[in-house]
């Protein structure tokens, strides 16, 4: 499977992706995933490297296969396969002794096998089924524990278990709290462990989902955990507990290689001498919310470590350490000041109506090589796609069915193709098999290198040039990666003569000289850009500010696990290293965060994705809404512009109101997703509306009637209070209940229930609490203020758990 991750730089403290453990970004695709972690330990060494990730490790079809040991359904029992010392019956035994929750339901599957996690772990392990029925429905989710080891390596409980456990408590923990929880919960998932072996993560450098005002309140945390003394970046584990003090997931990451001596036969004095010596930085534009898709996003000025600056040093020879393969990291001479020259045209984008499949497909196969025998079998027009987030994107697909006599093996091609302007952001040949089975050899495999890499960089720039906008003047090549059957080529956007931050074009091109892969993000424009491009900060104080910041620390560095192109993977293990970090930050964490080139202060290099938003409103001080406002801000459902001002006497329109009740539900609204675009959910609902995403969500939690392309929603109409209730009222599910109340009798204490049309709405409104009259009047026809949603999302929020209905088992997230 090949697939690029863009947003994801660095080398961060977790180097492994388990997908039964809170998954936590639903916009990225299964694809863009599994390619995530090579990218994650590329982008340090080298500059705007996308990543991709070979199929034949990657993508794992979930059919039994040569490999595997699967039980009937409903049986564990005693017997321990080869590779294993333990049996199906101890790991679960195992998983409920860990999760006694978990008794309530029913053991469905035991599977023996590598663990269903990327990239592919050095060891085998038992995945557990569990199933939970009630009535006609059911819900089914596994565990996974260690087949040697024995140890519980992956559980996530159910929302659907979680609901029955925690509805009636009243524990409310805090954050701080819960640690605790968290800590002793450690002890017990991770046998022999001792106090001091083990890291507690900052929060800053974990990737916790902004807290949603609705559903339930659960906290993550992560430890690094330690190896004779010393910390390990392959050995994490993360623990979710909720407010109620549950514990209700874990994962943990380990690996079978056995790790070197923890002498280093070097001194720290060496590499920190080294260290010096070699570190360097760079100013960039860099996105203040790298994550979000809301348009007019900001560039700031900053100062980011330049190209493998951060990478860990043997502490055996001082060599960096090259991620992928463990050996010694190849200095390439740099090329950021190489000018683009082809000997193509320059990109012209499509002016006319918007493009259909049949003519994406033909842009596609006009730039690239599609093999004879390939037939497009998959177009979608989706919105939301990382490259372009408020376009419309075909994703396409070719498959040769018959290039194999069975499905075991397949080698597919994808592309990604903006509708509006016909620009290509992806084409990719990624490789698919089943686990345990070889990969089938192509039968016109090609030996050796038949492209010099001369010819090859001449075709990787004419492509860049034909395929991206303005890609002689705004892109450099940035380096080259060697690789067994092809080399990737990597360019860097640059503006007024400034590195842009993720904006990069890789290009693979293979040993016979056709394009592998070939990924595009070019995301900021002029208008996002700062005006002054001299800095307060000059380039000798940045850099002396990140070597006064920066510290290394000899731990226990992880490699491999990773394949580029159709190479096979390296396997996983581990060097002693002096790794860069930052004060009081865990392995690598210095990647996160970046100088700010005018201020000086330290910033999340991908802004507020992780935790609370942290924002000083300018407008609310004294407001007589003022508790409830700054509760929406923080938990993401009000947005401050960049003076920090909410407006709290605004009215709204019902558009703001499906906005803010679609971030109480995922705060997180704005991130990057991917999702049908290719039609009308109301006639004034298209895919270009700036409501699409937050009406979408309400209809899927019910909330909004049943997409219908014939009716309006009108969002521009500002809302008044009796409307208001009428929409309460749905989200309730009171709406029969609501036609019971129809008299001016059923609202007695209001001066004006004649004036009021829908009463049961109205009335309902009133007993709840959710929108109170106003001095003996309701007041149906005036207009809802900012400040009175918020109340009124306030109050709705505690509700939840005292309603039969409201965020029962119908959340989305």
């Given at each position: 499977?090949?697939a ?103 053991i ?28 006609n ?58 106090e001091?072996g ?34 390990s ?37 060496q ?29 700031y ?50 002016t ?16 690239f ?8 079998d ?44 016909g ?160 004060t ?16 000086g ?22 407001h ?45 609204l ?34 909004l009637?049943g997409a ?72 149906p ?33």
């Amino acid at each position: 499977m090949h697939a690029s991750l863009y947003e994801i730089e660095g080398r961060g403290p977790d180097l492994s992706f388990d997908w039964n453990f809170n998954v936590r970004f639903k916009m990225f695709t299964a694809k863009a995933a599994t390619a995530a972690m090579a990218t994650l330990l590329l982008a340090s060494q080298i500059p705007g490297f996308a990543g991709s990730a070979s199929a034949a490790t990657a993508e794992q079809v979930t059919e039994s296969a040569a490999g595997e040991t699967e039980q009937p359904l409903g049986l564990t029992d005693n017997e321990v396969p080869e590779g294993a010392k333990i049996s199906s019956k101890q790991a679960s035994e195992n998983i409920l002794k860990l999760f006694p929750l978990l008794k309530k339901a029913t053991i469905s599957s035991a599977r023996f096998d590598s663990p269903n996690s990327f990239p592919p772990p050095d060891y085998k392990a038992w995945d557990i089924g569990f199933e939970l029925r009630e009535g006609n429905r059911s819900t089914g989710f596994s565990a996974t524990v260690h087949a040697v080891t024995g140890e519980v390596l992956s559980v996530h409980l159910p929302s659907e278990l979680l609901e029955k456990q925690v509805s009636d408590s009243e524990t409310k923990l805090t954050k701080t709290e819960a640690r605790k929880q968290a800590d002793e919960f450690l002890f017990k998932a991770i046998p022999n462990l001792k106090e001091g072996g083990f890291v507690a993560v900052d929060e800053r450098y974990i990737n916790n989902a902004q807290q949603s005002l609705f559903g339930r309140i659960e906290y993550t945390y992560s430890y690094q955990l330690k190896h004779e003394g010393l910390v390990s970046e392959a050995e994490t584990a993360y623990i979710s507990v909720d407010q109620s003090g549950v514990v209700t997931g874990y994962s943990r990451t380990t690996i079978g290689a056995e790790y070197p001596s923890s002498k280093a036969a070097t001194s720290a004095e060496q590499a920190q001498q080294k260290f010096e010596e070699q570190f360097d930085v760079q100013l960039a534009y860099i996105s203040e919310e790298r994550f979000s898709s809301r348009k007019g996003q900001k560039y700031y000025l900053g100062y980011t470590p330049k190209n493998s600056s951060v990478t860990p040093f043997d502490a055996g020879t001082l060599d960096r350490i090259n991620s992928m393969t463990g050996e010694a990291l190849a200095q390439e001479v740099s090329q950021e000041d190489k000018p683009l020259k082809g000997s193509v045209a320059a990109f012209i984008p499509n002016t006319g109506s918007k493009l259909n499949a049949q003519q994406a497909e033909k842009l596609v196969k006009k730039n690239f090589n599609i093999p004879e025998g390939y037939q497009l079998d998959y177009s979608q027009l989706t919105k939301g796609s990382f490259a372009s987030p408020n376009n419309q994107v075909w994703s396409l697909s070719w498959s040769n069915r018959n290039a194999s006599v069975s499905y075991m093996f397949m080698r597919d091609i994808s592309a990604q193709v903006d509708a509006a302007t016909g620009q290509i952001y992806s084409v990719n040949i990624y490789q698919r098999m089943m686990s345990g089975m070889e990969q089938e050899k192509p039968g016109t495999e090609v030996k050796g290198k038949t492209v010099t890499k001369s010819q090859a960089e001449k075709l990787a720039i004419n492509t860049v040039i034909s395929l991206v906008p303005d890609a002689s003047k705004q892109f450099r090549l940035s380096s080259v990666l060697e690789l067994d059957d092809a080399r990737t080529f990597i360019f860097q956007r640059y503006l007024n003569g400034i590195l842009v931050k993720d904006d990069t074009v890789q290009v693979q091109v293979s040993n016979d000289g056709t394009i592998s892969e070939y990924y595009a993000l070019v995301a900021a424009t002029s208008e996002q850009l700062p005006t002054d491009v001299k800095p307060a900060i000059s380039y000798e104080k940045a850099k002396a500010t990140y070597l006064e910041e920066f510290k290394l620390v000899l731990a226990y560095s992880r490699y491999g696990g990773f394949s580029m192109g159709n190479s096979e993977s390296v396997p996983v293990g581990v060097k002693l290293a002096y790794v860069p970090t930052r004060t009081d930050s865990p392995l690598t964490g210095i990647t996160y965060e970046v100088l700010d080139a005018n201020t000086g202060e330290w910033k999340s290099m991908y802004g507020s994705i992780t935790g609370a938003v942290q924002v000083t409103t300018s407008d609310i001080t004294g407001h007589a809404a003022a508790a409830a406002l700054q509760n929406m801000v923080q938990h993401g459902v009000l947005l401050a512009d960049e003076q920090g001002r909410v407006f709290p006497d605004r009215v709204i329109t019902k558009g703001d109101w499906f906005t803010y009740l679609a971030r109480a539900v995922n705060p997180n609204l704005d991130v990057y997703y991917s999702g049908d675009g290719d039609g009308n959910l109301y006639a004034d609902i298209t895919p270009e509306s700036p409501y699409y995403q937050a009406v979408r969500t309400l209809i899927d939690q019910r909330w909004l009637a049943g997409a219908d392309s014939e009716t309006k929603l009108n969002p521009e109409e500002e809302m008044t209070r009796e409307e208001l209730a009428v929409l309460l009222v749905r989200i309730l599910r009171y709406e029969k209940l609501a036609g019971f109340y129809t008299l001016p009798s059923d609202l007695p204490n209001l001066a004006d229930a004649s004036a009021v049309n829908n009463k049961g709405a109205v009335s309902l409104s009133i007993k709840l609490g959710l929108l109170p009259s106003i001095e003996g009047r309701f007041m149906p026809a005036r207009k809802v203020t900012v400040a009175e949603a918020a109340q009124v999302l306030e109050r709705l929020a505690k509700l939840q758990g005292k309603t039969d209905t409201f965020m029962s088992g119908n959340r989305l997230y």
